[in-house]
């Protein structure tokens, strides 16, 4: 069946980095897009970042633009989030999910990860 199993996350502080790591099995992992979502405690679950699995197209949200990066590795079944100077606001628990289809335009996604926390704090 399908899995997705995300990791990576930690405590960080303010401006620092880290990087997330979803990775999969039980499908055609290059016949995907794959997207990373994130909800903070209180809030709705937003939509993060997404790459399409014919051109390697990539999406952001503008909250991440410019420090976020969104990388796949086809003969290693995993997506990476790449995250840079990173904020509080950032703090959610992060989760990957796969796209009903190749691409990320107009995607629904259906399966999910677990999540992994991410936690930006002095």
């Known amino acids: 069946q399908v899995q997705l199993v995300e990791s990576g996350g930690g405590l960080v502080q303010p401006g620092g980095s880290l990087r997330l790591s979803c990775a999969a099995s039980?499908?055609?992992?290059?016949?995907?897009?794959i997207g990373w979502f994130r909800q903070a405690p209180g809030k709705e679950r937003e939509g993060v970042s997404c790459?399409?699995?014919?051109?390697?197209?990539?999406y952001y949200a503008d909250s991440v633009k410019g420090r976020f990066t969104i990388s796949r590795d086809n003969a290693r079944n995993t997506v990476y989030l790449q995250m840079n100077t990173l904020k509080p606001e950032d703090t959610a628990v992060y989760y990957c999910?796969?796209?009903?289809?190749?691409?990320?335009?107009?995607?629904?996604?259906?399966?999910w990860g677990q999540g992994t926390q991410v936690t930006v704090s002095s």
């Open positions: 790459i399409s699995s014919t051109d390697g197209s990539t």
């Open positions: 999910a796969t796209a009903t289809h190749s691409s990320c335009e107009g995607a629904d996604f259906g399966s």
């Open positions: 039980g499908f055609t992992f290059d016949d995907y897009a």
